[in-house]
């Protein structure tokens, strides 16, 4: 087992290198001229006093969980807690401030052509995502190792990797949530004053909203998109490890216990090697330089995972049995390759919805030149249907994965599909640096060639955005049914005694699976309104300094950014708690509730139902809200490209209505409902662990 440990270890570190010399690469770049740098500045000052803030909030939230689990579960299950929470905290915020200085480097070597400007903007988004998952293979394997040497029972190893997990989730659905409702009030209120108001240009510097803008693409979609994918990276690993662990004994346990993160550590060296294949053929196509590096990725890691499984498990002789399905090393390679499969059909599906390229969008900018309502119509039949393709395409993945190596299979599928998150998170980050690269470009007035680079860049950042959110999606629900899977067993290893069936003709599972179904609903809206709120409070600012400053719609007066900034960061902060807090507070609630009036065996009946409950309605409108809003936000600058009228044309001014509202569909609500749905999760799994030790 040494050998392997070791392989572990050194692919986390490798990730870690990587990203240590990819931001000396970056930083190595000239940041262009005084006024690149003044704007620049703005944005990354802007960024890093929002996470500071935040992370303060998080901190005191995250002390009071600490001292309760060290309280009941001793004190290296508070550890474990710490120690998610400090990583998945620490790869956002690196991650934002490489993103912070990424932009301007890209702007200015869009001045060289759009290779040049590719290189720096997709080398910047590979920083955090090598960082990411780096340091979550790093976190476990380490403190699981820490923890057997120690002589900590495996027992109680579980629950301090469960509380790890917890961590990290707790940062992912602050840091996701807050980092949206700051990008998205920013985003709609620059939009309703400055375009639709004022009539003028995006990114244009006379909108006192406009670094808001920028702040929050970095807040939100890099240092909120990484805590989410390091929080599902270590949840779903936790998740197949505390299944090994259910599921099987002695030396086998120990081997399907690492393996999952064996292919971790398979698709980190992949991932590293598949940076290198994104380069621009002679078409010139941004998208496909992209998608070669994770097609590159993806066949390294299929090779690379075939090694792992023939020398962790072997390949076709038996080696476990799970109720009646009994399998072989191959039944599991074939589990790992469905989760690379589903990764992939679901990101193409995404790219289907969200691109201008297909049917999708192009029909809300059609339906756009007969007004605001009409689009607003095709917008809402579009996002329903959406959800259709990732739907059978999971349903798919689950059958076969199950089919193989039951429960347990499953598992295996969803660590394939989280292995590649370095890479898919490189294309995510990729978006945020290329949209600030644009409104650096513009308002430090730079040639007219210099941002049609940085548009082109930027177009196809909005599509890899969409992407990686419903690969975020899918790949939570396999999560969250990995995590239920384990409640499940947990369940019986903890309460053998209790009478815990589920039926659907118990009225126990019924209240449950509507009380978990109505989560992500109320959670939504707690998070839309949040949004609305801040847009006003920016709405609101934005107009007085119109109208207080008059010389800055004629460009003689500068706007006060900063106010717009210091409004935003006070709204989100606030606006995040509560529902922060609902998949927390609501299964504790449950049980409690349903244990005084009728006992704890209807309790957890109730708390298993609501889980599932939670995963069903939430991964509908999860993939609703963000293919949605994506194609709105594609349907506009569809138009603005000169089709159906063109900018300020009436089908514009209502593709700008269908875009604001779409932003905290696809940039709030529909991404953090992924760590909500999985914090329900750990949380229920924390609740058995603690109830455990007092009956």
Not at 139 to 162: D, F, M, P, R, W
Not at 518 to 544: D, H, N, Q, W
Not at 559 to 578: F, G
Request: glycine share 10%.
């Amino acid at each position: 087992m040494t050998k392997f440990y070791l392989f572990l270890i050194f692919s986390a570190f490798a990730a870690i290198l990587y990203g240590l010399i990819m931001i000396r690469y970056i930083l190595s770049f000239s940041s262009g001229t005084a006024e690149m740098k003044k704007i620049a500045k703005a944005i990354q000052s802007g960024a890093k006093a929002y996470l500071n803030r935040q992370y303060k909030i998080i901190a005191i939230v995250g002390v009071f969980i600490f001292l309760i689990l060290t309280w009941k579960l001793q004190l290296f299950v508070g550890i474990g807690f710490l120690i998610g929470a400090i990583l998945s905290g620490a790869a956002g915020y690196i991650g934002m401030n490489i993103s912070v200085r990424g932009n301007v480097r890209t702007a200015e070597a869009a001045k060289k052509g759009i290779q040049k400007g590719l290189n720096i903007a997709f080398r910047s988004g590979a920083i955090t995502g090598m960082l990411v998952v780096g340091l979550a293979l790093l976190g476990i394997t380490t403190y699981y190792l820490v923890l057997q040497n120690i002589g900590i029972s495996q027992k109680k190893i579980l629950e301090a990797l469960v509380a790890l997990s917890f961590g990290a989730s707790l940062i992912s659905i602050f840091a996701r949530l807050g980092g949206g409702i700051f990008t998205k009030g920013a985003d709609v209120g620059a939009d309703l004053v400055g375009k639709i108001e004022a009539g003028i240009p995006e990114d244009d510097p006379r909108n006192p909203a406009v670094i808001s803008d920028n702040v929050g693409d970095n807040v939100g979609d890099c240092a909120g998109m990484a805590a989410d994918l390091f929080e599902t990276y270590v949840v779903t690993i936790v998740g197949t490890m505390l299944l090994g662990a259910l599921f099987f004994k002695d030396r086998l346990q120990s081997i399907l216990m690492i393996y999952p993160l064996m292919i971790g550590a398979a698709a980190i060296l992949s991932s590293i090697i598949g940076t290198f294949f994104v380069k621009l053929g002679k078409k010139k196509n941004v998208m496909g330089a992209l998608y070669k590096g994770f097609v590159m990725t993806a066949i390294i890691s299929t090779i690379s995972i075939f090694f792992v499984t023939k020398y962790t498990t072997g390949f076709f002789s038996q080696i476990a049995q799970i109720d009646e399905i009994s399998f072989k090393g191959i039944n599991l390679f074939i589990c790992a390759l469905t989760g690379l499969a589903v990764t992939g059909l679901l990101m193409w599906v995404t790219e289907y919805y969200t691109s201008t390229k297909y049917r999708p969008v192009i029909n809300i900018a059609k339906a756009s030149t007969t007004g605001h309502a009409t689009n607003i119509i095709q917008g809402l039949a579009t996002s329903l249907e959406s959800t259709a393709l990732p739907l059978i395409i999971i349903s798919v993945g689950i059958l076969i994965s199950y089919l193989n190596a039951e429960l347990f299979g499953i598992a295996i599928t969803a660590t394939s599909m989280l292995a590649l998150a370095g890479m898919v998170i490189a294309l995510d980050a990729y978006g945020p640096v290329t949209d600030n690269a644009g409104g650096i470009a513009e308002m430090a007035k730079l040639h007219k060639e210099v941002r049609e680079t940085t548009d082109a860049l930027d177009s196809v950042g909005n599509t890899t955005k969409a992407i990686t959110k419903g690969y975020a999606i899918a790949s939570a629900a396999f999560a969250a049914l990995v995590l239920f899977a384990a409640f499940i067993e947990d369940l019986d290893n903890y309460f053998p005694n209790l009478d815990t069936q589920f039926f659907l003709q118990d009225p126990y599972v019924l209240i449950g699976l509507l009380i978990g179904g109505l989560l992500p609903y109320i959670f939504g809206a707690f998070s839309m309104r949040a949004v609305g709120k801040a847009a006003m409070s920016i709405v609101t600012e934005v107009r007085r300094q119109f109208k207080e400053i008059p010389g800055i719609i004629k460009g003689k007066n500068l706007p006060d950014y900063s106010k717009a900034v210091d409004i935003l960061t006070k709204a989100a902060i606030k606006e995040m708690v509560i529902p922060s807090l609902i998949p927390v507070i609501v299964p504790i609630a449950v049980y409690f509730i349903i244990s005084v009036i009728v006992g704890q065996g209807p309790a957890f009946v109730t708390l298993g139902a609501l889980l599932l409950g939670t995963v069903v309605t939430g991964l509908f409108q999860a993939i609703s809200m963000t293919s949605g809003g994506g194609a709105w936000d594609n349907a506009k600058k569809y138009i603005e490209k000169g089709h159906f009228g063109g900018k300020n044309s009436a089908a514009h001014r209502a593709s700008i209505t269908g875009d604001t509202v779409g932003d905290p569909y696809k940039d709030t609500v529909g991404p953090a409902i992924n760590p909500m749905i999985k914090i329900a999760n750990i949380v229920a799994l924390l609740l058995l662990a603690i109830l455990s030790k007092k009956f």
